[in-house]
């Protein structure tokens, strides 16, 4: 198991930018795959991004590309996400999760943080 605290999240005008980070502390982090989730109010989590133990493969939803970047430090312990061109749905709680990497990207993952909120207004 490892812990994960996210942070960045705050109110930003559509259009603007925010870049969320994921602290990592616990077993080995390089050897974990990671991802971002979101989950706006009254909707169930859904996916955003996600990133290899290296670092090398990186998978995002549809809606996301090319708006979002997901990226990793291993010697750090870090994991963020880059977020620009912010829209009012992009609004809701941003969750890091952490586990192999096709287990993030199926949403099962065994470790998640406590989320960081992000609203955009229009």
């Known amino acids: 198991q490892v812990q994960l605290v996210e942070s960045g999240g705050g109110l930003v005008q559509a259009g603007g930018s925010l870049k969320l980070s994921c602290a990592v502390s616990?077993?080995?982090?390089?050897?974990?795959?990671m991802g971002w989730f979101r989950q706006a109010p009254g909707k169930e989590r859904e996916f955003v991004a996600a990133i290899s133990w290296s670092g090398r493969t990186t998978y995002y939803a549809d809606f996301k590309k090319g708006r979002f970047t997901i990226s990793r430090d291993n010697a750090k312990n870090t994991v963020d996400l880059q977020m620009n061109n912010l829209k009012p749905e992009d609004t809701g709680a941003y969750y890091c999760?952490?586990?192999?990497?096709?287990?993030?990207?199926?949403?099962?993952?065994?470790?998640w943080g406590q989320g960081t909120q992000v609203t955009v207004s229009s």
């Open positions: 616990g077993r080995t982090f390089s050897s974990y795959g």
């Open positions: 999760a952490a586990d192999q990497f096709s287990t993030v990207v199926r949403g099962t993952a065994g470790s």
